[in-house]
């Protein structure tokens, strides 16, 4: 093996794996040193030169010259007529500079250097994507699917380091298959069997963050920030934003023209509704914007509690609370209230569909009474709880509850 062979090697492994040039010469002159140091048990007398450009170096050794018989370190000294085999001149006294060429270390030493330095660089590599995705939590990062698992992805950036999207952290609609482009922030960074795993997430509210930081200028910016982001992966967000600058409508520009700023966000996360929210102090008109769409008649805090007390028109109170409840879950976790929601009936009101009460009782209990043409509350009550049990599939504890129930609305 010889000069060129062995730093040719680590040349082409320094480009690939991205190691600093002054990082890799410090490696190899310590491999080349502790080389020395099991021969001669000394590097005093040694000159390393290395060129990783050219793929070359030299070990260059320095020796006084002694008169012929005297030599006693081979290393440290060289007789005069070894000496003048070198150069005619040299006389006893002068310094010898020769080379050492990389076979006097034997064949061993060589293998041994070679599996050191390669052991060497690659706890390096590990320690700089450590590092490098240390210092990216919680950034946004894109790579392509490499693996499909069952309870993960194995994702590679574009140097091919080694990401992981585990299934929790996965939008719970999303779909991938091996060679698609995904995006995701990472969320921690930890050291497992001595190298470094990398976890993303798609279901952080940071990932919604950084999405919005790269669609809307004003964010990245500072013009505007946001100030909290709640979210239930795949299904509901709001966040809630502010303005620094009077001129500019925080909601307004992180919707942009037509939506066209978040319909990108939109999409990214498989078709998430996002409420974009005016940030206030004033808590009672905060509420009023996170329980949106819903129309608030009025709203009572309850500091001490952290409870918040909200009245609306009856037909307003399935859109407060949303979908499997999910928009007052939401507006509670983003204005840090309890919200607790009451219908507001007026005393001279007519009545009330049924339909607004499926918050409270069984869609399938609503189908009964409407197949026997109560379509409102007032006309359930209008029949006895006997008249209710001869002419529905109903048990007689639920047509009391039913009753109950309505007969409170108009309380």
């Known amino acids: 093996m010889n000069n060129l062979n ?43 030169i290395i060129n990783i450009d050219k793929g070359d170096f030299e070990i260059w050794r320095n020796r006084t010259v002694v008169k012929d018989g005297s030599v006693k370190e081979s290393y440290l000294e060289i007789s005069l007529s ?10 006893v006294g002068e310094e010898v500079t020769d080379e050492v060429k990389l076979k006097d270390f034997g064949r061993r030493a060589i293998l041994s250097l070679r599996q050191n330095l390669t052991a060497q660089i690659l ?33 590679l950036d574009d140097e091919g380091n080694e990401l992981v999207l585990p299934k929790q952290e996965q939008i719970p609609t999303d779909y991938f298959r091996k060679g698609d482009s995904i995006r995701a922030v990472v969320v921690r960074v930890d050291i497992r069997n001595n190298n470094p795993y990398i976890i993303l ?78 940030f206030t102090n004033n808590t009672e008109l ?32 399935s859109k407060a609370i949303g979908k499997g409840g999910l928009n007052i879950k939401l507006a509670g976790l983003l204005t840090g209230y309890e919200i607790d929601v009451y219908r507001d009936v007026d005393e001279d009101e007519e009545d009330i569909d049924i339909d607004e009460f499926s918050d409270e009782i069984d869609e399938w209990v609503l189908n009964e009474l409407k197949n026997i043409g109560c379509d ?12 209710l049990e001869k002419r529905t599939d109903l048990e007689v504890e639920t047509i009391n509850e039913i009753l109950n129930i309505f007969k409170l609305e108009f309380e």
């Open 6 to 48: 062995l730093i040719d090697t680590f040349s082409e492994f320094k480009e690939h794996k991205n190691i600093d040039r002054a990082t890799m010469m410090l490696v190899l002159e310590d491999a080349f040193k502790n080389l020395l140091l099991k021969k001669y048990n000394t590097i005093e007398h040694f000159d390393i």
């Open 82 to 91: 070894e000496a003048r085999k070198i150069d005619e001149d040299y006389e």
């Open 123 to 155: 706890e390096l590599e590990k320690d700089n994507i450590y590092s490098k995705y240390k210092g990216k939590v919680g950034n946004i990062v894109a790579g392509e699917v490499y693996q499909i698992w069952k309870k993960e992805l194995l994702i």
């Open 201 to 278: 997430s798609r279901i952080s509210p940071l990932f919604l963050e950084r999405l919005f930081e790269l669609e809307v200028p004003e964010i990245y910016d500072g013009l505007i920030i946001i100030k909290k982001i709640v979210r239930v992966a795949g299904e509901r967000a709001k966040v809630a934003v502010e303005s620094y600058d009077d001129r500019v409508d925080p909601v307004g520009a992180c919707v942009g023209v037509k939506g066209s700023r978040i319909h990108g966000i939109v999409r990214e996360l498989r078709n998430e509704n996002i409420d974009v929210i005016n």
């Open 286 to 317: 905060y509420i009023t914007r996170a329980l949106n769409p819903a129309k608030i008649n009025q709203i009572k805090i309850l500091e001490e509690d952290s409870r918040a007390e909200v009245y609306l028109k009856p037909e307003q109170v």
């Open 376 to 387: 409102t509350a007032k006309s359930v009550l209008s029949l006895s709880a006997e008249e």
